[in-house]
């Protein structure tokens, strides 16, 4: 019998290669060598999970009633957790009903709403460096990423009057990410009401990816999306329980703002889910309504991370801006280096393992993203590391 061969969609054949292949392969084999190395690549919070949401999940777990199929919108409980987290954070008052949809974590969301809005050949506005996703769905849903650069000069925000006419008349979808990874940027108040401007002169749905907008520093407390006016007619923000909450392993998010977007998106999903088990609903609307305290301590913690990390690295000769918010630190890449090269260097030269910021678009060439998600002592043992191999 001979080998029938299996060939992947063009879809999926016509997907960006993966950039960090090479360097994962490199940090196994530095492991392989007995290497310690310290893991700052990906962004995924090291403390568990706090107590009194596992105690609201071994609870929901006992009950029959959650062993069935969940309701595909979220439970009405959730959706007004949900209502009730944006009132007391942000202000924002939403409709549960119309306004609230559960995801299966917002990369779920993100993921599927370019096949809700965008036809094919349609183009989506996408952030430069930004969250591999927006690229991706945006393929996968046969529409045109327009790539909107993120640089120092311009505060890491995109310049919209920078943006073609043309492009501007074939754009449906805007992705935005504030606080943002990987340059961990916050965006004021006035982009913000920009941003509605454009996007109502423009008939484009802003996406706003708001994953992070409780990791903040200083007591500078980020604004949403949905606080400035008008925005509510032109986008949904979504958000995540995996960074604030530290679950990332759970998968529970949701996405709130304009009805008919919303709903838009709950219609795609409809067909392809079926929601959250509603024990991990029951656990998410504890996390949202009961006490925050785990959250200020998370916040302390990763600020004097980053106090730990941005100290060492300057001492180590390397710029980068203070992070306000977020877990990462969006480094330069010295000169002589590429962010490929370098974070070769750092691999096999300090055993530090970090992600080239050309994994993030374009833009992100010579720069390299370092996560807190490690103990302080490792951070300032990687920046010891880092000063040592440099001065080599
Ligand atoms: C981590 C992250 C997400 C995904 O969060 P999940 O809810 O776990 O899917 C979305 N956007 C950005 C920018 C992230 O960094």
Redesign the pocket.
């Given at each position: 019998m001979t080998e029938q061969p299996i060939e992947l969609a063009q879809r999926l054949k016509s997907l960006p290669p993966y950039l960090f292949a090479k360097l994962d392969e490199l940090k196994q084999a530095e492991i392989a060598k007995g290497v310690d190395v310290i893991a700052l690549g990906v962004?995924?919070p090291d403390e568990p999970t706090p107590n009194n949401i596992l105690e609201a999940m071994h609870r929901a777990v006992d009950r029959p009633a959650n062993h069935q199929y969940p309701s595909y919108e979220g439970m009405p409980r959730f959706r007004e957790a949900v209502a009730q987290w944006y009132q007391t954070r942000f202000g924002v008052a939403l409709d549960p009903a119309r306004e609230v949809l559960s995801?299966?974590?917002?990369?779920?969301?993100?993921g599927h709403i370019p096949l809700a809005f965008v036809n094919p050949g349609e183009v989506v506005l996408v952030p430069d460096p930004?969250?591999p996703?927006y690229e991706i769905s945006t393929f996968l849903a046969g529409g045109e990423p327009y790539f909107m650069p993120l640089t120092r000069e311009n505060k890491f925000l995109p310049d919209l009057q920078a943006i073609p006419q043309a492009i501007r008349e074939r754009a449906r979808l805007m992705f935005l990410?504030y606080p943002?990874?990987p340059t961990a940027a916050t965006a004021p108040q006035p982009f913000f009401e920009e941003v509605v401007r454009f996007a109502r002169d423009n008939g484009i749905i802003v996406c706003h990816?708001a994953?992070?907008t409780e990791m903040y520093f200083d007591g500078q407390r980020p604004m949403s999306f949905l606080e400035v006016a008008g925005a509510r007619d032109v986008g949904v923000e979504?958000?995540?329980?995996?960074?604030t909450y530290n679950?990332?392993g759970w998968?529970?998010?949701f996405v709130v703002g304009a009805a008919p977007v919303v709903q838009g998106l709950g219609k795609l999903k409809s067909n392809l889910d079926s929601g959250i088990f509603q024990a991990i609903q029951e656990a998410g609307i504890e996390a949202m309504t009961g006490n925050q305290s785990a959250v200020a301590r998370m916040r302390a913690l990763y600020q004097e991370r980053r106090d730990t990390l941005v100290a060492g690295l300057r001492d180590a000769g390397l710029r980068c801006d203070t992070p306000e918010a977020?877990f990462y630190v969006w480094v330069d890449v010295p000169d002589g280096y590429t962010s490929a090269s370098f974070s070769e260097f750092l691999l096999t030269q300090a055993g530090i393992a970090a992600t080239p910021g050309n994994g993030f678009g374009q833009a992100g060439e010579s720069y390299i993203r370092f996560a807190l998600t490690v103990p302080r002592q490792r951070l300032s043992e990687a920046a010891d590391r880092i000063r040592k191999a440099l001065s080599r």
């Open positions: 962004g995924d995801l299966i974590g917002s990369k779920e969301g993100i930004g969250y996703v990410n943002n990874n990816d994953a992070y979504f958000h995540s329980l995996s960074k679950m990332t998968r529970v998010g977020t």
